[in-house]
């Protein structure tokens, strides 16, 4: 059976909150499962021959011999009867995971998917803090596109250079979520949480929000912080706490990989009151998620970013505290 990609309406691109346009949930959800083994057809169809030939085997004994010969018939289509059976059933439940799991989406579908969502959040994020591209500013000495967030959105959803190149955007998985690695070995999530960073002269303006790539519902909050008031502009590594629900479901087929994973990388910005608004960048061993590794999933360039708007709006010094910054 050959797998056919969903094809969204002409002239119709997913976002969030768009249901209409929006690629169905049953088959966004295929990306997260495994097809069916082949070899468990194969094995189905053999049971379903041995048992088809013993129960013609038997019904032929039974009208060729007699005597007790006819035992044997009997024994053959009992057999037959069995193993088919168990062939028959076999073959349904099959048909049934094969139903559930196929046609799937491809790497690049999912991709253009996010890419999409990633879009609209952005967006969003300016009419929700109540802004607009007039009001933000970016430091003295940056140019150029916000980094590599912005280039790998255009990427995935095949745009334009988007506009409102001073917003700033990192994104991460959020938990608990299915995931998936592709065939491209890079890992999908079934719910992302997205941060986008707006400076302008005054304030950090902060939009946040969690994305369910199955619906493309969306969980938003906002929060706005004096310069002055931040103090540390940080990522760091954090053991998962599984307990908490903190853990990634992955297909049964990559358990053996995601069994290592046990922290997950986190920027923060925390203000001078103690209050501090979080995400997750990616999550990995505790060997692979060490401190200033470099990984593109860190967002190095965004946080160079923050950390010039910072510097710049506190008059170019930098304090004692300022080297958490």
């Known amino acids: 059976?050959?797998?056919?990609?969903?094809?969204?309406?002409?002239?119709?691109?997913?976002?969030?909150?768009?249901?209409?346009?929006?690629?169905?949930?049953?088959?966004?959800?295929?990306?997260?499962?495994?097809?069916?083994?082949?070899?468990?057809?194969?094995?189905?169809?053999?049971?379903?021959?041995?048992?088809?030939?013993?129960?013609?085997?038997?019904?032929?004994?039974?009208?060729?011999?007699?005597?007790?010969?006819?035992g044997l018939g009997f024994v053959l289509l009992i057999v037959g009867c069995v193993v088919g059976s168990g062939g028959l059933s076999a073959k349904k439940a099959y048909d049934a995971a094969y139903a559930l799991a196929m046609p799937r989406p491809s790497d690049a579908e999912i991709d253009q998917l996010i890419g999409m969502d990633s879009l609209s959040i952005l967006n969003r994020a300016l009419p929700q803090l109540g802004l607009t591209d007039a009001d933000l500013v970016q430091p003295r000495g940056v140019s150029g596109a916000a980094g590599v967030s912005f280039t790998d959105i255009e990427a995935r959803a095949g745009a334009e250079p988007v506009p409102g190149g001073n917003q700033m955007m990192v994104w991460g998985p959020s938990f608990p979520c299915n995931s998936s690695i592709g065939q491209d070995q890079r890992t999908r999530y079934s719910r992302y949480e997205f941060m986008v960073i707006c400076p302008t002269h005054y304030q950090l303006a902060i939009?946040?929000?969690?994305?369910?790539?199955?619906?493309?519902?969306?969980?938003?909050?906002?929060?706005?912080?004096?310069?002055?008031d931040v103090v540390a502009v940080r990522t760091s590594a954090v053991p998962l706490n599984r307990h908490g629900g903190q853990y990634v479901n992955p297909r049964p087929s990559q358990r053996a990989y995601f069994s290592r994973i046990d922290t997950r990388r986190v920027m923060e910005i925390v203000v001078s009151s103690g209050d501090r608004t979080s995400i997750n960048l990616?999550?990995?061993?505790?060997?692979?998620?060490?401190?200033?590794?470099?990984?593109?999933?860190?967002?190095p360039q965004v946080l160079e970013r923050v950390r010039a708007t910072l510097r710049e709006k506190?008059?170019?010094?930098?304090?004692?505290?300022?080297d958490l910054i």
Not at 282 to 299: I, K, N, W
Request: glycine residues 8%; charged residues 20%; neutral net charge.
């Open 1 to 70: 059976m050959a797998s056919q990609p969903y094809v969204p309406p002409q002239g119709q691109r997913p976002a969030p909150g768009g249901q209409s346009s929006r690629p169905p949930a049953y088959w966004i959800t295929r990306y997260f499962i495994d097809p069916p083994d082949p070899a468990v057809l194969r094995s189905a169809l053999i049971k379903l021959w041995i048992g088809a030939s013993a129960f013609a085997l038997g019904l032929l004994t039974l009208v060729a011999a007699s005597g007790a010969d006819k």
């Open 207 to 228: 939009y946040k929000c969690e994305l369910d790539l199955y619906t493309g519902q969306l969980k938003e909050s906002t929060n706005e912080y004096h310069y002055q």
């Open 282 to 299: 990616r999550v990995a061993s505790s060997t692979e998620a060490t401190v200033d590794s470099g990984d593109p999933l860190d967002f």
């Open 314 to 322: 506190k008059g170019g010094v930098r304090r004692a505290e300022e």
